[in-house]
């Protein structure tokens, strides 16, 4: 039995019938009455043209209607499955989305129960999550665990020490921002000489001193050979051993020299008695005395030094290292006595040492203070190459070599005043020779030949390191393990692979031409399709002009606020250097740009990365939609909005509508960046964006 007609359906047959009825009898009067043929057809044209125009308002609106129901039902689908379906303004539709919403309620159902079994799993895999963190947040050194493409996957809270900021570590981010990649490089073939080995080296990072272990990662299948998935960086900073083996050479000094001055004192009184036998008992008695208050004195100083060095042993700081990290260990110590240093070529990469830096600088430091003082030296140039199998430094200068026997005495002196360790002892630790030489008749050079480092250190420790894939510490994200290499093109990149930056602007107005400048910037990364919340960019800016009683009453930050703030030519590139190798994303994203791009030419920087903007993402996907503000959108996707008009918080509230969209726009087949940034091109909002903001 076929179903009743509807109103709306009545509607339309009551409204052509009409039509009919009229064309029908007006077509007939005039006809009757011998009017003009034209006149009757003008007649059935304007009544035909009512009837089309009738007919295309009401499919019109029937269509939109059915567009906006095919949306909602995307949000719920995709984003938000607490999202409803509102009224659709038709009896037909009001029963299809009455039962769209029937069935997102048997589906959040079906997701409750699924959800509690899940969540029993979730618990068990939290808890070794959390052993794991804690475990992660007490270790004294940094640990990053990356990729086989080198991205970080997993740090703790001391390699956010090393590197000083977010902008350097951070999930996603390129580890070579941290170490160098020859480091890691070498390591690696290294590694793959032997089976199962820890790689050691030392590198220079600024002025502090790291070692660096590292270990790969190797995931086992069963039925298959072992996969390289990655591999692990411990980093420990060996800038306070070094101090101490300082501190030690201090304390040897003083024993040395409170040691010499006592016995000298000793061995007067003890000469006096034995030279003078007659001396009267009271004077014998007075040497004696002095002796005895020496020893003491004596005694009481080695107890005291003994305290003090107590744990200041010797430390094993003989490790691989970089040429070009030596180097810079040389330069530096070497500007600290007041010596003009460079380093000319040949290059020294690829050039591998085992060595300990702080000794072999030492020991060029104290025999370049010997050329000062007797050869007049004040300039010298660093050359460090592969010489067979050594590697050969030389420091060259202007001026004639000491003999033999000079060098040699400087050899067998202490580095310290009061020291007991020698630029021979140094040579000799390393297997090392020193010599000088005439380079011509106006140059000369004091040369250290040190062997390469060779062959792969086995250690205790060098069972290879496995990682866990279900622990989960405080910063990771795993899922980067099986991340594929980045096509060179950004537009073939997948939505779901590539790195995002999502940031906002607070600024003094809203006329970046005119002369309103940014005020505040906040920014938050979002990786993997993870709003990472605790790698955030927040920096308040020193616009170098009032800012209007107006604006502060939107953003609240008042001029108190700003003074003493870094200017925007401080801060742009530090926020550069945050979203560097990542997708730009904003809300109305074109009006934060302009004025960031208007600041570029004085800064010396250049955001060159794409650009997504939700407004227009979200007009792609609602077309019929008529809101598209950032809290209408993130009402619909079930996001909370908080901080708002803050830049970080509505930075933060971005990432999170973002995500919702990424999940929509993939249920409409858009993958790739390419594909993102095409839609939203076609957006009328879009349109409006270029005439307001331009390319």
């Not at 090393?162 to 999930?171: M, Y």
Request: with cysteine; proline share 3%; aromatic share 4%.
């Amino acid at each position: 039995m076929a179903p009743a007609p509807t109103r709306r359906q009545w509607g339309l047959v009551v409204g052509i019938a009409a039509y009919v009825l009229v064309v029908g009898s007006g077509t007939t009067a005039l006809a009757v009455s011998g009017a003009d043929v034209v006149a009757v057809s003008v007649l059935g044209a304007v009544a035909t043209a009512g009837l089309v125009a009738f007919l295309a308002h009401t499919l019109g609106h029937q269509s939109a209607s059915l567009r906006r129901v095919a949306a909602d039902t995307a949000v719920v689908v995709d984003a938000n499955p607490e999202h409803r379906l509102g009224s659709a303004g038709s009896e037909e539709l009001e029963s299809l989305v009455t039962q769209i919403n029937r069935l997102a309620d048997l589906r959040e159902s079906a997701e409750c129960g699924a959800a509690e079994q899940a969540e029993a799993a979730r618990r068990d895999i939290e808890s070794e999550r959390n052993r794991l963190a804690a475990l992660m947040a007490q270790l004294s050194v940094a640990v990053v665990v990356c990729n086989s493409e080198g991205r970080i996957l997993l740090y703790n809270q001391e390699a956010l020490s090393v590197a000083g900021d977010t902008t350097t570590v951070g999930l996603g981010r390129s580890v070579f921002a941290l170490v160098d990649r020859g480091l890691v490089v070498h390591a690696q073939e290294r590694i793959d000489e032997g089976t199962d080995s820890v790689y050691t080296a030392t590198t220079l990072r600024g002025d502090r001193l790291f070692r660096v272990r590292m270990a790969p990662v190797r995931e086992h299948r069963t039925g298959t050979a072992d996969l390289g998935a990655g591999f692990v960086l411990v980093l420990e900073d060996l800038t306070r051993e070094v101090r101490a083996v300082d501190e030690r050479e201090r304390v040897l000094r003083e024993l040395t020299q409170a040691t010499r001055a006592s016995l000298g004192s000793i061995r007067a009184a003890v000469e006096s008695v034995l030279e003078f036998p007659e001396q009267t008992g009271d004077e014998r008695r007075r040497f004696l005395e002095i002796a005895q208050e020496e020893a003491d004195r004596l005694g009481k100083r080695v107890d005291e030094l003994a305290t003090e060095s107590a744990g200041r042993g010797g430390y094993g700081l003989l490790a691989e290292m970089a040429g070009d990290d030596l180097l810079g260990i040389l330069c530096s110590r070497l500007a600290a006595t007041g010596t003009r240093c460079t380093v000319g070529s040949p290059s020294s990469d690829d050039v591998w040492l085992r060595v300990d830096g702080h000794a072999v600088a030492r020991a060029v430091v104290h025999l370049t203070i010997r050329l000062q003082q007797t050869h007049g030296v004040e300039d010298v140039v660093l050359r460090l190459t592969a010489a067979g199998p050594h590697a050969q430094v030389d420091a060259q200068w202007r001026g004639s070599a000491p003999v033999a026997a000079v060098l040699d005495a400087w050899l067998d002196e202490p580095l310290e005043e009061g020291g007991t360790s020698t630029a021979r002892d140094v040579a000799e630790r390393h297997g090392a020779e020193i010599w000088c030489g005439d380079v011509d008749a106006e140059s000369a050079y004091l040369r250290m030949l040190i062997p390469l480092a060779t062959g792969v250190e086995g250690v205790a420790a060098s069972r290879t390191a496995h990682v866990e894939v279900d622990s989960r510490p405080e910063f990771y994200d795993f899922d980067l393990f099986t991340a594929v290499a980045e096509p060179s093109d950004l537009a073939d990149r997948r939505l779901d692979e590539a790195s995002f930056t999502v940031f906002d602007t607070e600024t003094t107005g809203l006329d970046p031409v005119g002369g309103d400048r940014v005020i505040s910037i906040g920014a938050v990364r979002v990786v993997n399709g993870r709003v990472l919340r605790h790698e955030t960019f927040e920096r308040l800016v020193q616009p170098e002009r009032s800012v209007p009683v107006a604006s502060t009453a939107i953003h609240g930050i008042t001029p108190e606020m700003l003074e003493g703030q870094p200017t925007i030519e401080e801060v742009l590139p530090a926020f550069a250097r945050f979203a560097e190798d990542t997708v730009l994303v904003g809300h109305n994203v074109s009006f934060d740009l302009q004025f960031l791009k208007l600041a570029e030419p004085g800064v010396g920087v250049r955001l060159s990365q794409p650009a997504l903007d939700t407004l227009l993402l979200h007009a792609a996907l609602n077309p019929d939609g008529d809101e598209h503000s950032l809290e209408a959108i993130a009402d619909r996707l079930g996001v909370s909005v908080v901080g708002r008009h803050t830049a970080l918080g509505d930075a933060l509230v971005t990432a999170e509508v973002f995500v919702g969209l990424v999940a929509m726009l993939r249920g409409r087949g858009v993958e790739t960046l390419g594909d993102a940034l095409g839609l939203a091109r076609r957006t009328y909002q879009a349109r409006v964006d270029q005439r307001l903001y331009g390319p």
